[in-house]
């Protein structure tokens, strides 16, 4: 599954006994595509469920790494924050585009003499203690203020308060900073738990990344526009964004002009 579905799955399973039995009763529910929050982490574990968490990519033939661990003959690496990986799952490259397959694909030699192929992934994560822990996608950093801010770190801590499992953090455009994070996510079900506060969560983004990473705003959105397998869909939502700002600055175009018709006909 990916995040979104296991999560619905967990709704259902803290609503109706019956549902959660049944989850209970499977031996391990593998979660990938994205990474999962510590708050469905703790809905699992209080429900009984055996999550286990998969990272892997078309690249590699899907999963290649189970809770933090590699499978088979997979290794991993860190190199210049970004996760590698390699292994007998690897695609030999892209058809017909040899130019992305040599950005995306690297070989090294060890000190064995023996070649090694290497796939950059494009996303950051850390190995601690031997565990791989993906921390967001490189190229999801924006520049504020000179300070580089992880758009996937700020959604990993708002998805940790009750009612925004589904945020998104999204970039725009400052005058006067550059660039600046605002946090999109789905009109709260009426049936559902409140809504953790904004400023609230806003103070917590500010205390753990910084004054550079806390959302200036946050707004709602009907449905998450989401890609086939369940993920966001950056693309729809940054465009958006980009019409509700041209609207906003309609608006206050509008308001302005009026205002000055009202200053010329006293």
């Known amino acids: 599954l990916v995040p979104v579905q296991f999560a619905r799955l967990l709704e259902l399973a803290e609503q109706d006994p019956d549902a959660a039995e049944r989850l209970r009763a499977i031996d391990g529910v593998l979660v990938g595509g994205q990474a999962v929050t510590l708050e469905v ?125 589904s945020a998104v953090a999204v970039r725009v455009p400052d005058a006067e900073w550059g660039e600046r994070p605002g946090l999109v996510v789905e009109i709260a079900d009426s049936a559902g738990a409140a809504r953790a506060d904004f400023d609230a969560i806003r103070a917590v983004i500010r205390e753990r990344l910084g004054a550079a990473a806390a959302p200036e705003w946050s707004t709602e959105i009907d449905r998450m526009p989401r890609l086939p397998g369940g993920k966001p869909d950056l693309r729809a939502i940054d465009e958006w964004i980009g019409r509700l700002r041209a609207s906003f600055a309609e608006t206050r175009a509008a308001g302005s002009a009026a205002a000055h018709s009202q200053e010329d006909d006293a």
Request: proline residues 2%; glycine residues 16%; aromatic residues 6%.
């Open 41 to 165: 982490r703790r809905r699992a574990h209080a429900l009984g469920v055996r999550l286990r968490r998969s990272y892997g990519m078309t690249e590699t033939a899907g999963g290649c790494v189970y809770d933090g661990v590699e499978i088979g003959d997979t290794r991993v690496r860190i190199r210049a924050g970004e996760v590698q990986l390699a292994g007998p799952s690897l695609a030999l490259g892209y058809i017909g585009d040899p130019v992305l397959t040599a950005e995306k694909f690297a070989e090294e030699v060890g000190r064995d003499g023996v070649p090694t192929r290497w796939y950059r992934t494009g996303d950051a994560g850390e190995l601690l203690g031997g565990m791989l822990t993906v921390t967001g996608r490189l190229d999801r950093v924006l520049v504020s203020g000179g300070v580089n801010v992880s758009l996937d770190e700020i959604e990993r801590i708002a998805r940790e308060h009750a009612g925004w499992d």
